[in-house]
Structure formats: C-alpha cells, structure tokens
C-alpha cells in the first residue's frame, strides 16, 4: 500500500543546497469524524477520497431542492386552507365552500376544506421527511468518514505469524504422557 508523503524543501545557508524531507500524510479517524461532523464532505477530503465529494454534495443538494419544493407548496395549501377553513377568534367569518386554486400547470381548480388540508398536510409531511433525510445523510457522511479513515489506517502488512509446535506434558491421574500442539499467533506491536 502505497504511502502519501508531503514533501518540504529546506535550504542551508552555507551550501545552498536542497534537502527534501519527506514527512508521512497521517490520516487520523478522530480528526476524519469530527471534520465530517461540522462539514459534510470535508471528512472524506481528509480521507483523501476525492471521489466521494460529489456524492455527498448531489446528496445534500437533491434533498435540499426536495425540501424547498415542498415547503413552497405546503406554505401556498397553508393559506387558501386558512381562507377555507373557520376562524375560531373570528365567529363572524363564514367561510366559502370552495376555493380557486391555481395549480403548476396553469388551470385553476374549485378545491374545498378537505382536499386542501389533505394537500396541506401531505406537502408538509413530505417536507418533514426530506428534513429527517438530511439528518440521515449527514449521519452516513460521518459514519463513511470514520470508518474510511480507520480502514485506512488498518495495518494490513504479513507480520501475522502462526506457530505450531507439538507438545508433551505428563498427567498424574492417567500416568503418562499426552501429546498435543500447541498454536500461537505474533501479531505485529
């Protein structure tokens, strides 16, 4: 696995000669959680996973468009519910059986109280769930950076060593010997 290095350039004063000194990119996954907790995305640039940004920001962009779409709509349903619906501080008020609408594409529909609090209340569930989503997605972005950064950093050299080694003890109650192996694993410190 290929190590990324920052390279520095030093210069003496006597011989003005270049020393380069290489000093490893650590990736450490506290700092990878903690970054993608304040931005979405700059976890996954500390991971070096350039890859990944356009995922996480097409993702916060799409909800984000989904939202506004229908907090515009549940806002527009709001009102011509208000007018459609009886004012308790108000007995005075008698309100219409029907209210025109202009709807997206250009005509105008007759709704009554129910299909707008129906429309009201679907356009405001939907918006409450895309707000539930976002939250979801920022919680996967950290999730993705952390465990990202700990893969990362896993040691995956061949310093895993297995022994086998065959072994004799005496056992008093049976008086004699017994073989068996004995394994042990070296992991590397």
Known sequence: MPIDTVVKVNTLKADSIPIKKT?????????????????????QYYNRQYWKLPLVAGAFITLGIIANYNKVRYEKYRAYYYIASPHPDDPTYVPPATVAVPYEDGLVRDLDVNQLKR???GYRRNRDYT??????AWAFNVVDANVSAHLKTFDVSDDI???????????????????????SFNFKK
């Open 161 to 183: 060593t297995l022994k086998i080694k065959p072994t004799f003890e005496y056992q008093s109650f049976s008086n004699g010997l017994v073989s068996g192996v004995s394994l």
């Open 119 to 121: 429309l009201n209340d």
């Open 131 to 136: 707000y539930i989503g976002m939250v979801l």
């Open 23 to 43: 000093i490893p990119y650590k990736i450490i996954p506290r700092q990878a959680t903690l970054k993608s907790l304040m931005i979405p995305g700059w976890g």
